[in-house]
Every structure is written in structure tokens, then in C-alpha cells.
């Protein structure tokens, strides 16, 4: 039995044992450790208790006393001590060993039983065997009382401490593959695909956070895939594409660098540059709304500034019933703007 090892259920360890002090879980699990070594019963004797608890004698019966008094260890008629739970597993470990055996013997195969199916092997673990024994001086403290009405009856299956239940690795193993936590947002696999290509670090992920950031703002999903196609054009057109000069796809969208190019259509783009009264002009009411709101997250941040004027000046361009839509009125007087706040 040398060399063996165990996998401990430690939750039914811990449930099982939870009345025993230290000194007395620690003399059960040598016990079984024992046990498991020698294959069945283990003597009761003095001397054998001893070497295995590594305390005097008077502590090792007093030990042995508490176990039995708590129905965790129980003396066959022969004086021998043994554990229900330690019997039943070393049986299943030996009909395991034997089916191992008979499939062997066949060359590998199991055996087939009447009607066509797989003989089914019995789930068992193997335990670990106890160390070589040596005797030490007193353990020290008197001996711990045990509730009796707490402990575990009989060493039930499903608490006894040599369980051969599944590990939680297994079990996690056989569990189905969780979902994902979400889907991309919308546009953000068009947009990544569309995005030019540079030479150095572009993380996919750090841009999806910017991505979400834009969208939630208020920028549609077409408007920012017709800017990023505007902008890979761009960077072809001045010879910038796969080099260190295209931007980082997230720094491109947190810097608002897709203002430039966005509801600016490529065959108009220059003249609309050039000209911004005719920009403006084609901007649509929901595209005015969205910059709007983008600029209120945003803290006052206006990227039309070479265009108009913000909201809050009365100068600015965007129409007055989506400034009304925003709470903000001019009233025509030229002076500051009023931004009122409407009732919830």
C-alpha cells in the first residue's frame, strides 16, 4: 500500500468531525490511515495505539475510549478496532482490483455482462497508508469530552470521513460550459474589422470598453462604422496605414477623433470642410440630439467647436427645438445662456 494517496472529501470531514477536539480528529484519522495500510482491523493493544498516536499509553486508551464512546471507531469481538466506512471501502476497492484483473486477463476488454453492456466498476479512491511509526513523548492535554448525540450515527455514507464522492474538480468538469457573459455591442465586430491596421499594440478588448462608451453616449453604431472606414482611407491615403501613426483604436475613440469624419460622406468630405454651413446642413435631428447628449455626459466637452458654437452659447447652431428637447433656451436675447431643468 506504500506510495498510495487519497482525495478527502473535506466538507463531509469537517461536518463529521465537528464535535472531536484536535487531539482526538487527529488519533481518528490516524486510525484509519492504519486501517487502510493494513487492509482490515487494527489492534487494540497499548503498544500498537502508541506508535500510531505517538503519545503514553494512558493518553492512547483514553484516545481509543472517546472514539468508540462517539461511534467513530467500534472493537470487533476479537478486541481488534475497525470503522464501518474503512470496510466498506477497502470491499469495493477489491472487487475494483479484481474487475481490474478479469479485464487484464482478457487483454485489455472488460467484460461483458448478459445482455450486451459494460460491466460497471465500482467508484472508489485509494487511501493512503500510515508512516512508519515512532514513539514520542505525552500529547500532552487530558482528555476532551465528546457529545455523543452530535456525532455522526454510525458512520453514515454520505458524512463518514473516507468518503469516495466525486471531487469538486470532477463534478466541475462535468458541469456545462457556462454562456458568455455577453455579446459584443452592437456594430463592434463591423467596426473592429473595418478598423485600419497598425504596427504595435491595439487591444481588442480596451477598445470595446471605448466602443461601448461612444455608443452609450448617443453616436450610433452606422455613424461610427462610416467614420472608421473614413478614417482607414485616410491613413491609406497618406501612406500612414500599417505603421506606428495610426492610432490605437481605443485612444482614437476616446479622443473623439471619429467626429471628424462622422455625417461627412467621402465624396463631400473636403467640401464640407471647407464649407460649414453646408455640413451642418445635412446633419440630421437625431444626429444634433446625439452630440447633445454627448455633450452633457461629457461635462461641457463640444468636438463641433470648428463648426458651432456649444449648446450653452447662444450662438451656436443646433436648432433651437432640440436645445428646447435639452432644457436650454436663448430666447432670442443674445444674452447667456439659461439651462432650465425640467420637473421630474
Not at 464649407?275 to 452630440?291: K, S
Not at 470648428?306 to 433651437?320: H, I, N
Request: proline share 7%; charged share 30%; glycine share 10%.
Amino acid at each position: 500500500m506504500k506510495g498510495e494517496f487519497y482525495k478527502m472529501d473535506f466538507r463531509a470531514w469537517n461536518t463529521g468531525t465537528v464535535d472531536l477536539s484536535l487531539e482526538q480528529e487527529a488519533a481518528y484519522l490516524r486510525l484509519c490511515h492504519a486501517m487502510y495500510d493494513a487492509g482490515g482491523p487494527v489492534p487494540g493493544s497499548t503498544r500498537f495505539l502508541m506508535s500510531i498516536f505517538r503519545c503514553a499509553n494512558s493518553k492512547a486508551a483514553g484516545l481509543v475510549r472517546q472514539l468508540v464512546k462517539a461511534g467513530k471507531i467500534q472493537r470487533t469481538p476479537d478486541g481488534l478496532l475497525t470503522n464501518r466506512r474503512v470496510t466498506t471501502e477497502l470491499s469495493n476497492r477489491e472487487r475494483l482490483s479484481e474487475t481490474r484483473r478479469a479485464a487484464g486477463e482478457m487483454g485489455g476488454k472488460s467484460h461483458r455482462i448478459a445482455g450486451g453492456g459494460k460491466q460497471s466498476e465500482p467508484r472508489v479512491t485509494s487511501e493512503c497508508g500510515s508512516s512508519d511509526p515512532g514513539v514520542t513523548p505525552e500529547c500532552g492535554s487530558s482528555d476532551h469530552p465528546v457529545a455523543p448525540s452530535k456525532s455522526l450515527k454510525n458512520n453514515d455514507a454520505a458524512k463518514a470521513n473516507a468518503s469516495t464522492l466525486r471531487s469538486r474538480g470532477e463534478e466541475r468538469r462535468e458541469e456545462p460550459p457556462k454562456a458568455p457573459k455577453g455579446a459584443d455591442p452592437e456594430g463592434f465586430a463591423e467596426f473592429w474589422k473595418a478598423y485600419p491596421k497598425r504596427d504595435g499594440d491595439n487591444s481588442r478588448k480596451t477598445a470595446l470598453r471605448a466602443y461601448g462608451k461612444v455608443i452609450g453616449s448617443g453616436i450610433t453604431p452606422a455613424a461610427i462604422l462610416s467614420a472608421v472606414r473614413a478614417h482607414a482611407a485616410d491613413m491609406r491615403a497618406k501612406g500612414k496605414l500599417g505603421t506606428e501613426l495610426v492610432p490605437m483604436a481605443s485612444t482614437w475613440l476616446n479622443q473623439g477623433r471619429f467626429e471628424r469624419f462622422t455625417n461627412a460622406p467621402e465624396a463631400h468630405r473636403e467640401a464640407a470642410r471647407a464649407d460649414p454651413a453646408a455640413r451642418l446642413a445635412r446633419v440630421p435631428e437625431d444626429e444634433w440630439r446625439a452630440r447633445v447628449r454627448s455633450w452633457e455626459s461629457r461635462c461641457g466637452h463640444w468636438p463641433w467647436q470648428g463648426l458651432t458654437e456649444p449648446p450653452d452659447d447662444p450662438r451656436t447652431k443646433v436648432p433651437a427645438h432640440v436645445l428646447a428637447e435639452f432644457g436650454i433656451d436663448h430666447g432670442g436675447s443674445g444674452r447667456p445662456s439659461l439651462r432650465l431643468v425640467a420637473a421630474a
